[in-house]
């Protein structure tokens, strides 16, 4: 699903803080998957299933309480991600208490959704633009039919031009996590320099920056200023 157990926990942690009331989250299937009450993790939550059935919120009160097995008082209210109902938020409580908590832990469990995927796609990116460096710079025959995909998710024009710079990173004394994080740093720096480029760290030391030349006749040379500064 899209909500890992580790994200629902990070939404439960925070809007528990903000609010002074239990609050879990379920998946798809309606089974809690983190809850400000540890022993109801792994198990189904009614509420939530005609929820998710309804794909709007469902509130319950006290008589449906007695009618619904492993269900308190409360709302419950769908998380949705790209027009697409993900999952669950159930608040425990009396439904006019909660229900204004309700819509705003929506919007902040929705929020956290979008930047987990945003970064999990950025990371899945990088990743590939890694494997298609290395592929090219060690001439790796059997990565070839990667290539083109790689091509045309970073809209690579084929068979053009291009220039390779490689880049030697001279750290004295610094942690291997400082020396990724600065050298993570120069990649960004160098895309948005050099608009036509991919960049991509090779190892602890290394980056390898491919340039897409402006013609046949381009020099390598012309942009080393730019790069430099």
């Not at 939404?11 to 540890?38: H, L, P, Y």
């Not at 970064?119 to 090219?136: C, H």
């Not at 083109?148 to 084929?158: A, D, H, L, N, Q």
């Not at 608009?195 to 402006?214: F, G, H, N, Q, R």
Request: hydrophobic share 40%.
């Amino acid at each position: 699903g899209i909500i890992s157990s580790k994200l629902a926990e990070r939404i439960v942690d925070r809007t528990m803080r903000a609010v002074n009331k239990n609050v879990n989250i379920m998946n798809e299937q309606g089974i809690i998957i983190a809850s400000g009450n540890k022993e109801r993790i792994g198990t189904i939550h009614e509420g939530a299933v005609l929820a998710l059935q309804r794909k709007s919120e469902f509130s319950i009160d006290e008589k449906q309480c007695r009618e619904l097995n492993g269900v308190q008082q409360g709302t419950n209210v769908v998380i949705e991600f790209k027009d697409n109902v993900v999952g669950v938020i159930g608040i425990t409580g009396k439904r006019d208490e909660v229900i204004g908590y309700g819509k705003l832990i929506k919007m902040t469990a929705e929020m956290m959704i979008e930047q987990a995927y945003v970064m999990k796609e950025l990371e899945w990116s990088n990743r590939i633009k890694e494997d298609m460096i290395v592929s090219l710079i060690s001439n790796n025959q059997g990565s070839f039919n990667l290539l083109e995909k790689y091509t045309k998710k970073f809209k690579i024009s084929e068979n053009h031009p291009m220039a390779i710079f490689i880049i030697q990173a001279n750290f004295k004394e610094i942690s291997r996590r400082k020396d990724l994080d600065i050298l993570n740093n120069v990649v960004s720096i160098l895309e948005g320099t050099l608009k036509e480029s991919l960049v991509a760290v090779i190892d602890s030391k290394t980056i390898v920056l491919l340039y897409k030349c402006p013609n046949s006749k381009y020099k390598s040379i012309d942009c080393k200023d730019r790069i430099q500064k």
